[in-house]
């Protein structure tokens, strides 16, 4: 229900910037699921309700590769950004870890409400330390993030997608194609559903967050 809640969102915001004759962008959404068709203009995206989306592909509209890296990989000192789930003890759950490249250190740095999970939240952040997981978690990691306004404890159990970003613009010919996996972020822009950028997985490697 909540994938399709955001689509009808959407939707329902492009009908008011119609109805409205508004140039003004609209909130950005995030579509999540499989490429049904492309073209140099446009995206056709299956979201993972089952819904389709049929976006503007700009020209210069920026392509990431996502990549699966290792537990190890992330490090003290690496910024990192990690979906999770509170729980009850304040900590937070995670459903993924991005490792942020260099380049990109202190993007949406903090902690904010996310969509990936109904409930979920999203933490961009400093590994501060690292530790052993709780004995109930074995194989995982406990993480401490510090960002500007504050910390959190991050557990990461094993199995938990880990994975890094590229810029893959060059590449975007050969990796958004029928079938892929993706992350698109969406505004309405001049009245129509635009694709502001894409995270795509290679050979139907799926971005987790």
Not at 1 to 18: D, E, H, N, Q, Y
Not at 77 to 97: H, R, Y
Request: net charge neutral.
């Amino acid at each position: 229900m909540f994938p399709r809640m955001l689509i009808a969102g959407f939707l329902s915001c492009l009908t008011l910037c119609v109805h409205a004759q508004t140039a003004s962008p609209s909130a950005p959404v995030r579509v999540r699921g499989t490429i049904e068709q492309v073209s140099p203009t446009q995206l056709v995206v299956k979201d993972r309700s089952g819904e389709v989306v049929t976006l503007v592909r700009p020209a210069d509209m920026p392509v990431s590769e996502v990549l699966p890296i290792a537990l190890k990989d992330i490090q003290v000192g690496s910024f990192i950004g990690s979906a999770a789930m509170p729980q009850a003890d304040g900590s937070q759950l995670a459903l993924e870890v991005l490792v942020f490249p260099e380049a990109a250190r202190g993007t949406g740095e903090g902690h904010y409400a996310w969509d990936l999970q109904p409930q979920s939240t999203m933490t961009n952040a400093t590994v501060a330390s690292l530790a052993v997981a709780p004995s109930q978690m074995p194989g995982g990691q406990e993480l401490l993030l510090k960002y500007k306004d504050g910390e959190k404890r991050l557990l990461v159990p094993a199995g938990t997608p880990i994975v890094t970003i590229r810029p893959a613009k060059p590449e975007e010919n050969v990796l958004l194609i029928p079938g892929a996996k993706v992350m698109v972020v969406a505004q309405v822009k001049d009245g129509q559903p635009t694709a502001v950028r894409v995270t795509v997985g290679r050979n139907g490697f799926a971005p987790p967050m």
